[in-house]
């Protein structure tokens, strides 16, 4: 069975102050990793997908690498628009139909 | 463009009464699915499509059905409601070969 672990659970960052988010997984044979960006009452907004370990991809202020066993999310200076829930999931190579299998999120506040 | 569109935004359901919820995309996406989030849960599968006419059972379907009558649009019923059923559920779509998963705003649903 496909398990996502996202940590920290929560995380308060002061405006700049680098930080990164953890998602560990376990899967049989990754097809994807997928980010997603999620605020208080909207639905997932698609950030990155990766495909194998040592793959790297930015968007602004964000990063998401990958390894065999887990992705982090590194936000660089990040600002107050920042603050979101961030998700990730993986897609099994022998899952059909594309399912996805979400991690229960990582909470970033950050202050000014 | 649209992208997925969801109605009704809110709902509330007394015990034992059925409702459909409605998905609708406008990117000719093939792959259709409905979610379910519950705090500290993260996003459960309920259902999913991968073409019109077809349906399939995800991660949580025991109380749904999903029909699929045409190519843009998804639906989600609920028979007889039980509080359990108390959710916000999640519409996406996705393309053939590309994985990534649009959402829709979500439909936040009270089971009384």
């Known amino acids: 069975e496909d398990q996502v672990t996202q940590s920290p659970e929560a995380l308060r960052l002061q405006e700049g102050e680098s930080s990164s988010l953890n998602c560990s997984y376990t899967?049989?044979?990754?097809?994807?990793l997928f980010w997603y960006r999620q605020d208080p009452g909207k639905g997932p907004e698609f950030l990155f997908t990766l495909y194998s370990a040592g793959e790297e991809k930015e968007k602004e202020r964000l990063k998401a690498t990958l390894t065999k066993k887990e992705s982090f999310l590194h936000i660089t200076a990040p600002k107050p628009e920042d603050s979101a829930t961030y998700l990730c999931a993986v897609q099994s190579l022998t899952g059909g139909g594309n399912k996805l299998t979400f991690g229960t999120g990582t909470q970033l506040k950050v202050e000014l | 463009n649209a992208g997925v569109t969801q109605t009704p935004k809110f709902r509330v359901l007394k015990t034992g009464q059925s409702m459909t919820l409605l998905c609708a995309q406008d990117m000719n996406h093939e792959y259709m699915y409905w979610y379910r989030q519950d705090p500290g849960m993260g996003l459960r599968l309920i259902h999913y499509s991968v073409g019109e006419g077809t349906t399939a059972k995800g991660e949580v379907p025991d109380g749904y059905n999903v029909s699929r009558l045409k190519k843009q649009n998804f639906l989600l019923g609920l028979e007889s409601a039980a509080p359990s059923q108390t959710s916000v559920y999640f519409c996406?779509?996705?393309?053939?070969?590309?994985?990534?998963?649009?959402f829709g705003p979500g439909t936040r649903l009270t089971v009384l």
């Open positions: 899967v049989s044979g990754l097809r994807g």
């Open positions: 996406a779509s996705s393309w053939i070969p590309r994985n990534e998963q649009f």
